[in-house]
Every structure is written in C-alpha cells, then in structure tokens.
C-alpha cells in the first residue's frame, strides 16, 4: 500500500461559492487528480481530517461516501479509504515550459484582428461596492428563486430530460419558441409564426448575426451617437462603413440620415445610454425612409418591459409593413444577465441563413436553458416578476430624481420617459467623468463613465450612466451625496 495522504495537504478554497461539503469533495478531488496518488494510497481518517480541518466528522463522513460513489476512493476493510483503481481520470503532467515562454509572434498573427476601443468597465467584484450605480445587473433579493427552481426540476424530469439530451442540430426549443409568438411579440403588435424567430445567445449574439449576414464594404450602416458601444465593435469587426449620427432631444432624426445609408441600427424604445424615446411620428417617417431609399432597420428593444411611467411607443417592427425590420429582444435583462436567452425577430429568409450562421458557431443555446425558460413564462412566474420590478424601480427612479435635485452641478440630460433602469447624468463643465468614477471606487461608489458610449467623445467627458437596477433604494441617496461631493472637488 502507498504512503498515505497526509491531511496537512488538503485546504478548503472558501472562494467557492458551495457549500462546505463541495468544498471539501472539490478539494479531494483535485488532490487526487493533481498529484496523481496511486491506486491504494491511504485518505485520513474521518475524525483526523475532521480534528485538521476544524469541522465535523459527519461531513467528512458524507463527501467520503459520495466519493466512493464518483469512484475516485473506495472503503476497504481495516484500512479505512483509500484511493480507488477506478479513478475517472488522471491528469496529465503538463510538458510545456513553465515560464510560458512562445516563439509564435502574436503581433502578427493578430495584426488584422480589430482591437476594441469602446469598453464599459463593471468590475467583476460589484457586489461588493455599497452604492453600486451600474446597468445591467440584477438585484438577487427581487428574484424569485424557489419558482426558478421548480420550473428547473420541471425541466431535468424524465420526459423533457429525455428529449432536450438529444442533439437539436440547430432547431429552437418548440415551446419557448411558440410562447414568444404567442405572448411576447404580440405585447409589441408583432405577428410572429415560429420560421420568423431564432433564439440566440443574448440580444448581442442576435445583434452579431445580423451585423454578420447584412453588413458589407459598400453598404453604409448608421448607429446612433451616443450609442451602444458593442454596436459600434460589431459594425467595426464586420469591417463596413459606418456614420455615427448624433441624436437630438427625440432621439434619433429620420431627417439626418445619410442618402447612402443601407443599414440602420436603433434602440427607439430608449437610447442608449440617454433613455431617449423616439416618438410615433420619426418611427413612421423612418420606416417610410426604409422603403423608399430601400434600406433595412435593426431594432434593439431593450427595456420595453420596464414601461411603469408610461405604456410604451409600438415597436417598429409593429409598425413594419415591407419587413424592413430585424427585431431583436432579450430575456436577460429583465430576469437576470446570466441567463444569455434573446432571440431575433424578422423575415424567415434572413431567419433560416442565421440558423446556418449560428450552427457553425455554437449549434444553438443550451436546450434545457432554453425549457426552464420556457416554463417561467409560461406558468405566470415572468410576469409576476416584471410587475414587481417595475414597482421597485418606480420607487428607485423617484428616490434617485429627488436626491439628483439636492446636488449642484449634476443635471439629468435623459431619461426614458416610460421608466426603465438608468439615468443619463451631464456634469459641469470641465467634469471628467472617467476620473470621477475612478475616485468614487475608493468610497465604494460606482458609476458609469460616459466616454465608452461616444464613437469621438468630448474631452473630458462630462456624462455618466447610473443604474438602478441593482442598488437597493435605501443607498441611493447617500451614494448620490457622494458623487456630488467628489464631483465638486473635482471642478
């Protein structure tokens, strides 16, 4: 029998988000597979490893017993456990240099990838900061988890397990797919049949694709200024011309756009970062604009959920009668970032080449992502969930207006007016929003530079974003007293 595994080696990673019994099988498991123990080698007794480890000896007792299920150690008699011969797999002893060192000159090989410019900057470790003023991000305690969890179940039973392990090649999950025709779009006046939608990775998966199958030298694509800035990287990587308009005080003007425009990329419901709405009349002046020079429209309408002010514009896409409109919508904004489910709208030619498109990029999201999608919305839970939200951030909104009045030099340059999650904020002139929120961090305040969202920003910058989606009501006030007072030493 090999010597055995003394408990001295074996450490608990606390930054695993698990409980302490994954910790524990976490940590055995890497130790086996890493410093690859032969078959027979000793584990610590229960009540050794236990005393070491300062914990108790029934949990160590119940990661021993899921272990020998797994495989990895087997229990043998007056020897206590030890490592199995039916390990899953050894890892292997890595040959290449340890400094990492590469004669490949990357330079070179990369010279033609574009390289992104325009970056939003969240810091991974958000959750942290007490007065977090950043889009996008969910609030967990405003989930309802425990219905998550059963539509989860629901999804890994038998029956749907069965038939979402098989391979799709390419095809959508029936049922997201028909209550997104029956119940989402019509929301939005779209009359939808299932050839005309796709389900992507996110509103920027479908964003890509578009861009991807659409795009071309000589086709001149139009984005608002101040704009999304992944629009402004996707259009770049597709290597098309492109004319960043600048918006006015409705938004995007049909007036301004370029004759030679061929594409046109627009979020009517509400700019961003502004909020902006674009009224009725320049959505039918644009799609009369579409037809008659004969160009297309991507529409990103983000957000339209979150109408607790007032009940929002038609979408484009309603409005479209030549379908000249790509429509693009996401589920990850309003449940949580993570989730990666939108889908893409438009006319099932251009749907089917997309198919094409993403099978040769990733096949199709996650199939059982897809079902437990599928069953939040349609058992009700979804709903009930944006009835919440938008109570919460009507209340948000308000606290966030009020405390921006008691601040000098801080004024609202957009807001959407129907609601939604952010607020536009222009400061005094001179303010350099960049080094504001560079100095807010230090007083866990975080806000969003305004530089990113302008294809030629003035320098410096005087606007910022602020959210309010994951900054509890009860913070808001003094983080906005905060950012006054920073922003006053800096003039």
């Known amino acids: 029998m090999e010597h055995g595994i003394s408990p001295d080696s074996i450490f608990l990673n606390e930054s695993l988000g698990v409980t302490l019994q994954g910790r524990l099988s976490a940590a055995l498991v890497r130790l086996i597979l890493d410093r690859r123990y032969a078959p027979g080698t000793k584990l610590p007794s229960s009540r050794e490893l236990a005393r070491h480890l300062g ?62 410019r325009r970056v939003i900057h969240k810091p991974a470790d958000w959750r942290n900061y007490r007065y977090p003023f950043i889009y996008g991000q969910a609030d967990p305690s405003l989930f309802d988890l425990s219905a998550w969890r059963e539509c989860v179940r629901q999804a890994t039973a038998r029956h749907d397990f069965s038939e979402l392990a098989a391979d799709q090649y390419g095809q959508d999950d029936p049922l997201l797919v028909d209550f997104i025709c029956a119940n989402t779009l019509p929301r939005r006046g779209i009359s939808a049949q299932p050839e005309n939608v796709l389900i992507t990775l996110g509103a920027q998966n479908a964003l890509y694709m578009a861009v991807e199958l659409l ?16 629009f402004a990287e996707i259009l770049r990587r597709a290597r098309c011309p492109v004319h960043f308009q600048r918006i006015r005080a409705q938004g995007l003007d049909p007036a301004d756009l370029p004759p030679e425009a061929r594409l046109v990329m627009v979020t009517p419901s509400h700019n961003i970062p502004t909020g902006i709405t674009m009224p009725l009349v320049n959505r039918r002046e644009l799609l009369r604009l579409a037809t008659e020079r004969d160009f297309l429209i991507i529409e990103d309408d983000y957000e339209f959920e979150m109408s607790y002010l007032a009940p929002p514009e038609p979408s484009l896409k309603s409005l479209d009668q030549d379908g000249r409109v790509i429509y693009v919508g996401s589920f990850s904004k309003s449940l949580f970032p993570g989730l990666r489910i939108g889908y893409m709208v438009g006319p099932a030619p251009l749907i089917a080449r997309a198919r094409e498109l993403r099978a040769v990029m990733l096949r199709h999201p996650p199939g059982h992502l897809q079902r437990i999608t599928a069953y939040f919305l349609a058992y009700g839970h979804y709903d009930a969930h944006i009835v919440k939200l938008r109570r919460i951030f009507a209340e948000r909104r308000a606290t966030l207006v009020k405390a921006l009045q008691d601040v000098a030099h801080l004024t609202i340059a957009g807001a959407a007016r129907q609601g939604g999650s952010s607020i536009w904020i222009r400061g005094h002139e001179g303010l350099d929003s960049d080094k504001l929120s560079r100095e807010l961090r230090a007083e866990s305040v975080l806000i969003e530079a305004g530089a990113a969202f302008f294809e030629t920003p003035r320098l410096p910058c005087p606007f910022f974003r602020l959210g309010y989606s994951s900054i509890t009501e009860t913070n808001i006030a003094t983080g906005v007293e905060l950012i006054g007072r920073a922003a006053a030493r800096l003039r």
């Open 55 to 116: 914990i108790s000896r029934l949990t160590v007792t119940l990661v021993y017993q899921e272990l020998v299920a797994q495989g990895y150690i087997e229990a043998r008699p007056r020897s206590g456990f030890v490592v199995a011969e039916t390990v899953p797999h050894r890892r292997i002893q890595p040959q290449s240099n340890p400094e990492g060192r590469s004669c490949v000159s990357w330079s070179d090989w990369l010279a033609q990838a574009p390289q992104r």
């Open 215 to 230: 795009a071309a030298p000589d086709r001149l694509t139009v984005m608002e200024e101040p704009g999304y800035p992944d």
